[in-house]
């Protein structure tokens, strides 16, 4: 994806400090650059001498305007004194995009009794203006710029920011329609279109086979550096290099079509057609495309898809997803789960070297094309996004890793806080047996960028939402 831009628009208000207020613009700049985030900044300078909103309106205009020209995706308003309410509420309207307000905690007053910046009361005044103006947005807790709760408040805004920004331009290829028995995987293309504006791409079994046999056919670039890449990742000792091959094509065919019709994730009917048509199983190269940070979900789950391009984007897209049956308990550990598909999961995340390219255990044809082993515990967090009767939205919990015994496929143990209550939370919906993993902690930025997703609720388990906002305000620093 590219880099998400911010708008910059630090603000005064006359009646304070000019000058301390210049001087914080810098040091807010300064503060945001040293956090190593890959964004690029869009800020005031050339608009006015200063480089700051104050209240003139035709200013206002020209921010709005410079904003819109480069595209921001969303805009931070720090308050570098009290600020200017009115022209911040009518910049953040014209913009739409995710809304930052903060402002650094004030000095004591001079010896002779003068305040130079009173940020604390603009933050108030430009709060209730920007409800007047119907424009949602984060706010930080009023703290000084070396505070480590601006910190943690700015780069989860960004992350926030991201998801929404991701969420917004969903595109889903969708290779086939759900296997026919997988009632679960049902969803409302035109209420994803109508409320969220997600598009679904859908092509048939029929176009996918076409592509990859006319690339296994070949000898293109792409198709080489897909063969180069499993016999170098994996032990392929189990199948042919005719299946290699085949297999190395279908991904190839799968990125094209997707790159080509601007896709960000891509959902398929993995089975069981695709083995009549094309003799493999496509776990690999959905392991493969995902490591690319290009999201494939199983059995055509198309609300798995968006909740993979929500998870990994929550990451500033640093870590793959991996996209997982929720399938027995732990057979010691009460809070003890599998996670577990036949052999999608990253190979970047393998805990092997070598990790395996296998035949299916289960299906009675055992089509070569699945990647097996165990992946790397840890921290990690688990989403679905998912709805029903018009009502959507995401679960979300943190799990870590465990030791648990050996299964086929991709696989790892984790452990929850409630196993019981998650358990019942996912049965009763509007949720299903599938779910997505990432070694990170998205909630907070997820939890964040629902506010700015009408029609889409949070629906965290672990830890609370008292938990998240408490942790946004800086519990535990």
């Known amino acids: 994806m590219a880099r998400l831009k911010l708008g910059y628009a630090p603000t005064r208000r006359f009646t304070f400090s ?10 807010i700049r300064q503060k945001m650059e040293s956090f190593g985030m890959d964004i690029e900044i869009v800020d005031l300078e050339g608009l006015n001498q200063e480089g700051l909103l104050y209240d003139d309106h035709i200013n ?50 001079l010896e002779d009794g003068m305040r130079l910046r009173d940020t604390q009361c603009g933050l108030f005044a430009t709060g209730k203006v920007l409800r007047r103006f119907n424009v949602p947005f984060t706010y930080i807790t009023n703290s000084r710029v070396d505070d480590p709760v601006f910190e943690r408040g700015f780069t989860n805004f960004v992350a926030a920011a991201n998801v929404v920004k991701a969420f917004k331009s969903l595109r889903i290829l969708q290779i086939g329609p759900r296997p026919t ?50 016999k170098e990742k994996l032990d392929y000792s189990e199948v042919t290099e005719e299946d290699v091959r085949r297999i190395a094509s279908l991904k190839v065919a799968m990125k094209q079509y997707a790159v080509n019709n601007s896709c960000t994730a891509i959902a398929i009917q993995c089975w069981s057609s695709l083995q009549d048509a094309m003799g493999i199983m496509p776990c690999l190269a959905n392991a493969i495309l995902t490591d690319e940070q290009i999201p494939v979900t199983c059995e055509t789950d198309i609300h798995g898809a968006i909740t993979s391009v929500m998870v990994q984007a929550a990451t500033m ?26 052999g999608n999961f990253p190979v970047s995340l393998s805990v092997e070297e070598k990790p395996k390219l296998r035949k299916h255990f289960l299906f009675d044809d055992h089509a070569p094309g ?54 019942e939370k996912l049965v009763k919906g509007p949720y299903v047996h599938h779910a997505v993993g990432i070694h990170a902690n998205a909630i907070p930025a997820i939890y964040e960028a629902c506010n700015y997703i009408p029609g889409l609720t949070p629906d965290p388990v672990d830890p609370t939402e008292n938990e998240i906002r408490a942790w946004l305000r800086g519990a535990g620093l």
């Open 18 to 27: 000019a000058e301390d207020a210049y001087k914080y613009k810098v040091l």
């Open 60 to 109: 206002a205009d020209a921010i709005a305007r410079r904003f819109q020209d480069e595209r921001v995706d969303a805009v931070f308003f720090p308050h570098c004194n009290f600020g200017t309410e009115d022209t911040v509420a009518r910049v953040a309207k014209a913009i739409g995009k995710p809304t930052l307000l903060w402002g650094p905690r004030d000095e004591a007053p």
């Open 181 to 230: 028995s997988f009632w679960t995987m049902i969803c409302n293309e035109g209420e994803l279109l109508e409320r969220f504006g997600i598009e679904l791409h859908p092509i048939t079994l029929v176009d996918i086979q076409r592509a990859a046999k006319r690339i296994e056919t070949g000898n293109g670039s792409e198709l080489a550096a897909a063969i180069d890449y499993i």
């Open 317 to 342: 897209n640093t870590a793959p997803t991996f996209f997982a049956d929720l399938t027995i308990r732990h057979p010691d550990n009460p809070n003890g789960e599998l996670l577990f598909h036949c």
């Open 370 to 423: 699945t990647h097996e082993g165990e992946i790397r515990g840890g921290d990690m967090t688990l989403a679905r996004f998912d709805g029903d009767h018009g009502e959507y939205s995401i679960f979300l919990g943190k799990a870590k890793g465990i030791q648990g015994p050996y299964t086929r496929g991709s696989y790892v143990w984790v452990e929850v806080n409630d196993w019981p209550l998650w358990e």
